[in-house]
Nanobody, 122 residues
Framework: QVQLVESGRGLVQAGGSLRLSCAAS????????MGWFRQAPGKEREFVAA????????YYADSVKGRFTISIDNAKNTVYLQMNSLKPEDTAVYYC???????????????WGQGTQVTVSS
């Protein structure tokens, strides 16, 4: 079993930056890839980014490429999402997820955090 806890929620102006963190625990955490999703009001949850345990393999949604960066610190069992040049349309609840590979995370992640709110004002 894997437990995921997000932090870093906040309100930021358009063009600003914010970093989300996701601390993971559990006996088998060290073998899992990690990722981020988001869900805006009235919309379906959508994939944002995923990363493997080496930090080498990363996937991004087209809407965040060049603005968001996902990274992982295995020593701290933590995955990060650095969000720059934020736009009002980035406003959403952001969820951390874990799965066997980045592809599994993107398609059908078995483990999820509770979510953290990000609000970008115009």
């Amino acid at each position: 079993q894997v437990q995921l806890v997000e932090s870093g929620r906040g309100l930021v102006q358009a063009g600003g930056s914010l970093r989300l963190s996701c601390a993971a625990s559990g006996r088998t955490f060290s073998s899992y890839a990690m990722g981020w999703f988001r869900q805006a009001p009235g919309k379906e949850r959508e994939f944002v980014a995923a990363i493997d345990r080496t930090g080498i393999v990363t996937y991004y949604a087209d809407s965040v490429k060049g603005r968001f960066t996902i990274s992982i610190d295995n020593a701290k069992n933590t995955v990060y999402l650095q969000m720059n040049s934020l736009k009002p349309e980035d406003t959403a609840v952001y969820y951390c997820a874990a799965g066997g590979t980045p592809t599994v995370v993107k398609i059908k992640a078995p483990y999820w955090g509770q979510g953290t709110q990000v609000t970008v004002s115009s």
